[in-house]
C-alpha cells in the first residue's frame, strides 16, 4: 500500500511535499501578506473593507489589549463567539499575535454546550457578539472567564451605518435579547485602549497550540482538537500548493459563506486565500438565500467554499441562475458528500466544476483534494494532498487492497497535536505509527484516489448486508420532485435494521409511492427505503450538515 499511487496523478505543478519554511507560525504567513498586499482589501462586509495594512494594525491593537490591559499569559485560552463580521479577523489574528490559544465557539450554542466548552477549555478571556451575550450571561458563573469583551454586527462599519445596524437587530429585528455581563469592554474601546500600549515580543513557535477546535459532539462529549500553527501553516501550505496554479495573487475575491469559526473556512477562506493576498468577502447569515444572492451579485467573486447544503440552497433560489459567472474560476466543496445531482447542475448553471475536498476538524482539515482541473464531478473526495498519506485499513487493522472497504486512516503534518486533556481519546484516534482513524469507510482505486462510502456510525446493515446512507441519498437526490433527503437506519424485527428516508418536496404533489418506484429503478432490493417521510425541513448543523443521527434519535424516541 505505500507505494502511495496518488503521486502519480498529482496535478502538474503540484510538489509531492510541502515546506514549512519561511514560516515560523501563522503570524509570520500575516506578516508576509500585509508586506506583500499592504494597500489590497483582506476583508469586507456590508459595504466596508479592511485592508492587510489596517488588519494589521488592528490585530496588534487587540493584542496588545490582551497583553498589555489585561495582563494575559502566553497559552491562556480565549473563546470567540461570533458570526462572519470584521471583528472576527482582527481579534483571532490578534489573540495569536499575543501567543494565546483560540477556542471557536459556535454562536448557536445552547448554554449547556457553551458552559461545557468553556470549563473543558479553561478559557479566561472571551469576545461575544451581543446577540449570543445572553447567552454566556447564564453560564459564566460556572467558568473560568474573569474577561469579557462584547461587540455589535455594526461596531466595524462606521460612522452612522455601524449605528443603525446596530439599531435594527436590536430594535428592529429583535435579534439581541438584553443580557448582562459585570464589566464587560466594548471591542472598540478595547482596540483604542490596546493603542496606548507597545506590543512586547512573544516567541511563538510551530509547536505551540493555536487553536482548540471542538469536534464529535454528535457522538457524546465534544472533544477539543489541538491544532499547533505547525497544523496549521502545514494544512495551508499543502491546500496552497494544491489551489496554487489557480490562483492570481493579490487579485483573488472568495465568498465566505461557512462560518470562519469552523475548521473549513478558517484553514481554507482565512489561511490559504489569505497568503495569496486575496479578499474573503464576508456573509454573515448564508441561511438567508434570497439575501445572500442579492450579496453575490454585487461582487465579482472569483472562488467560493460550501457544504452540499449551501450550493443546493443556492441553486434553488430565484435568481442565482442570472448571477454573472464570467469571472468564477474555483469552487470547493467539502464539510459533508456532495451529492452528484447538485455538482452537476452546479456545473450547467455555473460553468465550473464543483472540485469537493475531505477533511475532519483532526485534520486542519485538509486531507484529501480532488485536481482543480477536474472536467466533471467524479463523485471521489480527491487524491491525498502533499506530505499526507492515506490507507485504507480492516477491521484487523491492517492495510487493505485496491478498491476494498475499510476505515480511512490518513498521516500527515497536519494531524493534530491530540485532544485536549484527553489522553484516552487522542490514544484511541492516533496509533503509535502516527496514524489518524478517520470514522470513514472508504475506499481507494489503482490510480490513489479515495471514495468515502460512509460514516463508519452511520451504516445501515440490513439483514448483514452494508448500506451506506450516502449512496440513498445521492440517488434520491437526483429525483426531480426532491429538494433535501436524509437516509439513516431504523430497527426492524426482521432484518435488524430497515431503511428510512426523510424528504423535503420540491414537488408539492410528490408521493410516498413515487418514491419507492425511483427508488426500485436505480437500488438493489436491500437498499429500498421502506419507509418514507415528508417534513418540511431537516434538522442540520452550524455548517448545514444534515443530523442524520437526530432524526433517527427522534424516530426511536416515538417508537
Not at 228 to 249: D, E, F, I, L
Not at 450 to 460: E, G, H, L, Q, S
Not at 488 to 495: A, I, L, M
Amino acid at each position: 500500500m505505500h507505494e502511495r499511487p496518488w503521486l502519480a496523478h498529482y496535478p502538474a505543478g503540484v510538489p509531492h511535499q510541502i515546506e514549512l519554511a519561511p514560516y515560523t507560525s501563522i503570524i509570520s504567513v500575516l506578516q508576509e501578506s500585509v508586506d506583500n498586499y499592504r494597500n489590497r482589501p483582506a476583508f469586507s462586509h456590508m459595504g466596508r473593507e479592511l485592508d492587510y495594512a489596517q488588519l494589521d494594525t488592528l490585530s496588534r491593537q487587540f493584542a496588545a489589549y490582551l497583553l498589555g490591559e489585561l495582563k494575559l499569559k502566553k497559552g491562556d485560552r480565549i473563546a470567540i463567539m461570533m458570526p462572519n463580521c470584521l471583528q472576527y479577523p482582527v481579534a483571532v489574528f490578534g489573540a495569536l499575535r499575543a501567543g494565546l490559544t483560540v477556542v471557536n465557539t459556535n454562536p448557536m450554542y445552547t448554554p449547556r454546550e457553551l458552559r461545557h466548552q468553556l470549563v473543558d477549555s479553561g478559557a479566561v478571556a472571551m469576545l461575544v457578539l451581543d446577540n449570543f451575550g445572553h447567552t454566556v450571561q447564564q453560564v459564566i458563573a460556572d467558568s473560568q472567564l474573569r474577561h469579557v469583551i462584547t461587540t455589535g454586527l455594526g461596531d466595524m462599519l462606521g460612522g452612522a451605518k455601524g449605528l443603525l445596524v446596530n439599531f435594527v437587530l436590536k430594535h428592529v429585528k429583535k435579534m439581541v435579547p438584553d443580557y448582562h455581563l459585570d464589566g464587560a469592554v466594548r471591542f472598540n474601546q478595547a482596540l483604542k485602549r490596546g493603542a496606548a500600549h507597545a506590543l512586547p515580543q512573544v516567541d511563538i513557535g510551530l509547536d505551540d497550540i493555536a487553536f482548540l477546535q471542538y469536534t464529535g459532539g454528535t457522538t457524546g462529549v465534544a472533544k477539543g482538537a489541538m491544532l499547533s500553527h505547525r497544523n496549521m501553516v502545514a494544512n495551508m501550505q499543502q491546500a496552497a500548493a494544491w489551489v496554487g496554479t489557480n490562483v492570481k495573487p493579490g487579485h483573488e475575491i472568495v465568498i465566505t459563506a461557512l462560518p470562519l469559526y469552523h475548521i473549513f473556512a478558517l484553514t481554507a477562506n482565512c489561511l490559504v486565500f489569505m497568503k495569496f493576498g486575496s479578499r474573503n468577502h464576508l456573509i454573515t447569515n448564508p441561511r438567508d438565500l434570497p439575501g445572500f444572492v442579492k450579496e453575490l451579485g454585487k461582487v465579482p467573486f472569483t472562488a467560493i467554499t460550501g457544504v452540499n447544503t449551501l450550493f443546493n440552497g443556492l441553486l434553488n433560489t430565484p435568481g442565482f441562475e442570472q448571477l454573472d459567472f464570467s469571472t468564477l474560476k474555483l469552487t470547493l466543496g467539502g464539510g459533508m458528500a456532495v451529492q452528484r445531482a447538485v455538482a452537476e447542475r452546479w456545473k450547467q448553471v455555473t460553468g465550473v466544476t464543483l472540485v469537493e475536498a475531505y477533511g475532519l476538524t483532526e485534520t486542519s482539515p485538509a486531507a484529501c483534494i480532488n485536481p482543480m482541473d477536474l472536467e466533471q464531478f467524479n463523485g471521489a473526495i480527491g487524491l491525498p494532498v502533499p506530505s499526507t498519506e492515506a490507507m485504507i485499513r480492516g477491521e484487523d487493522g491492517q492495510a487493505l487492497g485496491v478498491d476494498e472497504v475499510g476505515e480511512l486512516c490518513i498521516r500527515g503534518p497536519q494531524v493534530m497535536v491530540g485532544y485536549w486533556k484527553r489522553p484516552e481519546e487522542t490514544a484511541k484516534a492516533i496509533d503509535a505509527d502516527g496514524w489518524l482513524a478517520t470514522g470513514d469507510m472508504a475506499r481507494m482505486d489503482a490510480n490513489g484516489f479515495v471514495y468515502i462510502v460512509d460514516r463508519k456510525k452511520d451504516m445501515i446493515l440490513v439483514s448483514g448486508f452494508n448500506v451506506y446512507p450516502n449512496e440513498i441519498e445521492d440517488v434520491l437526490a437526483a429525483m426531480p420532485g426532491v429538494l433535501e433527503v436524509a437516509a439513516y437506519g431504523v430497527p426492524d424485527e426482521k432484518s435488524g435494521e430497515a431503511v428510512k428516508v426523510v424528504i423535503v418536496k420540491k414537488d408539492p404533489a410528490l408521493t410516498e409511492a413515487q418514491v419507492k418506484d425511483y427508488a426500485r429503478s436505480q437500488l438493489t432490493g436491500y437498499k429500498l427505503p421502506r419507509y418514507v417521510e415528508f417534513r418540511n425541513e431537516l434538522p442540520k448543523t452550524n455548517v448545514g450538515k444534515i443530523l442524520r443521527r437526530e432524526l433517527r434519535d427522534q424516530d426511536v424516541a416515538n417508537r
